[in-house]
């Protein structure tokens, strides 16, 4: 993407909610700026907006449910929490990596190379901080709802982790927001659909 000027959050150096917080904080300084997450960064990015509107001059929501997250999501999350815990780190089951990737996405195998070279880089102490923080998530849809600035959510047809109805419904409780919709893709779309998806941002971006 052709962006002037783009700052990250490197939350891969954050081990609570609150750091992750000040470094979503850190990014943006002083300015106004266009907020564009990922999946658990979504989350994140959402705090920030809800309590800076005045910094934010669009909000796009890539995989990530404004609702939270349901009982088996939840579950299957502390059952990670609790292997990591016992010092029990092991790759991503092949299982739960088809949950991330679709089956017929045109970069699948690019997609799941780059998801085990992140898991080699992080390692499991980083897994387990950021399943610890942002797992236990209140229902943000009613204050995205009321919010000021425009709200752009962009969900996968396949995916399975942020499910498309769930998006269809967070859509429908934000009446403001925008909903793009891609076929061919699962929880990893920006993996899986790189070049559609940077042309949908150019257009939200401007």
């Known amino acids: 993407m052709n962006i002037h000027e783009r700052?990250?959050?490197?939350?891969?150096?954050?081990?609570?909610?609150?750091?992750?917080?000040?470094?979503?904080?850190?990014?943006?300084?002083?300015?106004?700026?266009?907020?564009?997450?990922?999946?658990?960064?979504?989350?994140?990015?959402?705090?920030?907006?809800?309590?800076?509107?005045?910094?934010?001059?669009?909000?796009?929501?890539?995989?990530?449910?404004?609702?939270?997250?349901?009982?088996?999501?939840?579950?299957?999350?502390?059952?990670?929490?609790?292997?990591?815990?016992?010092?029990?780190?092991r790759p991503m089951s092949n299982e739960r990596l088809s949950m991330m990737v679709h089956s017929h996405s045109p970069n699948r195998q690019m997609a799941e190379q780059t998801i085990r070279e992140m898991e080699q880089d992080l390692g499991g102490a980083v897994l387990k901080y950021h399943l610890m923080a942002a797992s236990d998530r209140p229902d943000l849809t009613p204050a995205l709802a009321k919010?000021?600035?425009?709200?752009?959510i962009i969900a996968a047809e396949q995916d399975q982790v942020a499910q498309l109805s769930k998006m269809q419904a967070m859509h429908k409780g934000i009446p403001h927001a925008?909903?793009?919709?891609?076929?061919?893709?699962?929880?990893?779309?920006?993996?899986?659909?790189?070049?559609?998806?940077?042309?949908?941002?150019?257009?939200?971006?401007?």
Request: charged content about 15%; proline content about 5%; glycine content about 8%.
């Open 147 to 152: 919010a000021p600035f425009p709200i752009h």
């Open 7 to 89: 700052r990250y959050v490197p939350l891969q150096w954050a081990e609570t909610l609150e750091q992750m917080d000040g470094l979503s904080q850190h990014a943006v300084g002083e300015d106004k700026v266009h907020l564009v997450a990922f999946s658990m960064g979504g989350y994140l990015a959402c705090r920030f907006a809800l309590t800076h509107p005045q910094q934010v001059a669009s909000l796009t929501l890539i995989g990530f449910c404004s609702a939270g997250l349901d009982s088996s999501e939840l579950k299957q999350r502390q059952l990670i929490i609790n292997a990591l815990h016992r010092g029990q780190f």
């Open 178 to 206: 925008s909903l793009k919709v891609f076929a061919d893709a699962g929880h990893m779309l920006p993996l899986e659909q790189p070049q559609l998806l940077a042309a949908e941002l150019a257009e939200y971006l401007g």
